[in-house]
């Protein structure tokens, strides 16, 4: 065997020969982004996109998250998501813990080749920033002790029901519908989910949903780039291959978001005046998000597109749309989690079904039954098969936001039986100190119960010794 591979590639029994290196490099690599995008990512931007006063407790609504969901992941979540089909929605409980399953080869036979531990923590990573981002809508206000429950009650009943479906081997999936990397299974679910969680929560206190700025600007823009530049591995990771299609996705990641950021931007420039840095994120995530679901099945000219789409309706439904509508109105979503990722994810999954590109779709699922998309099947002169793609994705749609609205509402209501969902009135009021007795700035001000004591406060120096 050695005369006919070189020596560091030479198959054993910790590289068989089914093993890619170059393969499970990049799906280690990716998966690691993706966990980057959460801690520190989305810690960073929580707790300085939040009023002082809840530095602390938003940025550890999501370290937590990412914990929970790990362990519920690997003891029984992860085969709940994709394992042996129980009833067409989601599969049969099991753990994935054990050599047997992790080190062997994924689904082998299907182009795959990387190890199952691979999938599972990549998943993992998916399953965990799909919770964390829903928490955006329930900053300020949620009772942490409601949330510890919420987290892994969420993960089970909504999540893998979710991901099963359309990825998995439930009835989506067997319909053929197309969502490359999550604009439904992540962002639709945790917008509609956050939107309804935050229904019942309640909304925050009088005086922070009227004046509730960030506390920390330029470190919001760092965990905003951890998010941006860890969307390589979010929809480069899909493909568990670094090939063609990889390369594809990452590029047509970068184009939407880097054109919907500047979108919104201009909105925001011709109709406000000004040039909004915490508009600016928005407008970058709703680019993120909408590529998502077509990132590597769409061409590039198709990305620039959605830019522009994921720039100026999201926006309109923020900035216009909510202002105006008394429902919107009604529920108090912190960070606009619906805007941000139920309305660009569902933008996204329809026009995934409109431009995507039969041989893209071939490669990537390695099947002939996907499509074409709307667009493309005119040109095909097959637009029965281009139609009825989008009404797979209208479907998808339908029943991820249903599930969400209804499991959501269900699991609030039993939490609310055993801890309160919201938090007392005094304690909204004082904020991290009340909750962790702890705070994210050593300095008196927004937040804290009493001024500091006067031994605890810098003394100043003499006149005399001043310099001047």
């Known amino acids: ?6 020596a560091n590639v030479i198959p054993n029994e910790a590289s068989p020969e089914w093993l890619n290196k170059a393969d499970n490099a990049w799906q280690l690599t990716a998966a690691a982004m993706v966990g980057l995008q959460s801690v520190p990512g989305l810690v960073i931007l ?4 939040v009023k002082k006063k ?6 550890f609504m999501a370290f937590y998250a990412f914990a929970a969901v790990l362990i519920c992941w690997v003891l029984f979540a992860h085969h709940l998501a994709f394992g042996k089909k129980l009833v067409p929605i989601v599969g049969k409980i099991d753990q994935a813990m054990t050599q047997d399953q992790l080190m062997q080869q994924f689904k082998p036979g299907t182009g795959y080749y990387v190890p199952d531990a691979d999938y599972v923590f990549y998943q993992f990573a998916f399953a965990a920033i799909t919770v964390i981002l829903l928490g955006g809508s329930l900053l300020g206000r949620m009772k942490f ?15 893998t029901v979710g991901a099963f479906t359309i990825w998995g081997n439930g009835f989506l999936e067997t319909g053929r519908i197309i969502d490359f990397s999550g604009g439904y299974v992540i962002h639709l679910s945790s917008g509609i989910a956050g939107f309804t969680a935050a229904y019942w929560v309640g909304p925050r206190n009088s005086q922070d949903r009227q004046h509730f700025p960030p506390n920390n600007i330029l470190h919001m823009l760092a965990g905003a ?30 184009i939407c978001t880097a054109t919907s950021l500047l979108v919104w931007l201009s909105l925001d420039m011709i109709f406000y005046k ?6 600016a994120i928005q407008g970058m995530i709703t680019g993120l998000v909408c590529i998502t679901p077509g ?20 926006w309109y439904t923020m900035m216009v749309l909510h202002k105006k509508s008394a429902f919107f109105q009604s529920v108090d979503d912190t960070l606009g989690v619906f805007h941000t990722h139920a309305v660009a994810g569902l933008l996204g999954g329809l026009l995934s079904g409109i431009f995507a590109e039969t041989n893209l779709l071939r490669m990537f699922y390695m099947r002939e039954d996907y499509g074409p998309g709307l667009l493309c099947s005119i040109g095909e002169n097959n637009i029965s098969g281009g139609l009825r793609q989008m009404s797979y994705q209208i479907l998808g749609a339908l029943f991820i936001t249903a599930w969400n609205v209804v499991v959501t509402s269900i699991i609030c209501v039993l939490i609310s039986r055993v801890v309160n969902l919201r938090m007392d009135e005094k304690d909204l009021l004082i904020g991290d100190d ?3 007795g702890e705070e994210a700035y050593a300095l008196w001000g927004d937040g804290v119960r009493d001024p500091p004591p006067l031994w605890f406060r810098t003394p100043r120096m003499p006149a005399l010794f001043r310099r001047h």
């Open 1 to 6: 065997m050695s005369n006919y591979y070189p």
């Open 46 to 49: 929580y707790g300085s996109m």
């Open 54 to 59: 809840w530095a602390v407790n938003s940025a």
């Open 145 to 159: 002790y409601a949330w510890m429950l919420f987290v892994p009650l969420w993960l089970t009943f909504s999540y």
């Open 225 to 254: 780039g951890f998010l941006w530049m860890g969307w390589t591995g979010f929809n480069g990771g899909s493909p568990l291959a670094a090939g063609t299609i990889t390369s594809l996705a990452v590029l047509n990641t970068h």
């Open 274 to 279: 000004k040039s909004s840095v915490i508009g």
């Open 295 to 314: 990132a590597g099945i769409v061409q590039s000219w198709a990305a620039l597109i959605m830019g522009v789409m994921s720039g100026s309706i999201p």
């Open 434 to 436: 009340a909750v962790h």
